[in-house]
């Protein structure tokens, strides 16, 4: 099957946050537009914790790999920076995982902005 097809599929069936893009399950949405959905972390690590996330499924930046992929990318940069400015969050962090291994549990891609506490490096 084409990956294309795959990923429509997966968008279909069993992405919680396809279902939070298409408003079939429920979330704290903080920024939308026709690229990107932004809504609150349910399990937040930080006073700011926000998920930005392409409204198109991509399963990690390993699907990183065309015009529309990278357009999609780059907008949910631009939206946090957006949000980061609307909220004056002054420094922040936006960490991505990429691989059970680097912390993703949940594969469609998604930026965590993090904000309101110092932050230490390098991450656990
Ligand atoms: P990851 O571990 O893949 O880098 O990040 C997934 C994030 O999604 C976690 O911080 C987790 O708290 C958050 N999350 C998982 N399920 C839901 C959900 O149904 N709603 C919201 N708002 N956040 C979720
Ligand atoms: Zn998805």
Same mark, same amino acid.
């Given at each position: 099957m084409a990956r294309g097809a795959n990923s429509f599929l997966m968008q279909m069936t069993d992405c919680i946050f396809c279902k939070i893009v298409a408003g079939e399950i429920p979330a704290t949405i903080v920024y939308r537009n026709e690229h990107v959905t932004a809504?609150? $972390?349910?399990? =937040?690590? %930080? =006073?700011?914790?926000?998920?930005?996330?392409?409204?198109?499924?991509?399963? @990690?930046?390993?699907?990183?790999? $065309? $015009?529309? @992929?990278?357009? %999609?990318?780059?907008?949910?940069? +631009? %939206?946090? +920076?957006?949000?980061?400015?609307?909220?004056?969050l002054g420094s922040y962090r936006i960490v991505t995982n990429t691989g059970a291994d680097a912390g993703q549990s949940v594969f469609h891609l998604h930026f965590h902005l993090l904000a309101g506490r110092r932050m230490a490096w390098p991450p656990g």
């Open positions: 809504f609150q $972390d349910l399990n =937040p690590k %930080a =006073p700011t914790h926000i998920l930005v996330i392409p409204n198109q499924h991509l399963a @990690s930046v390993n699907e990183i790999v $065309d $015009d529309a @992929s990278a357009l %999609a990318a780059g907008e949910c940069l +631009r %939206a946090a +920076r957006e949000i980061a400015q609307q909220n004056n």
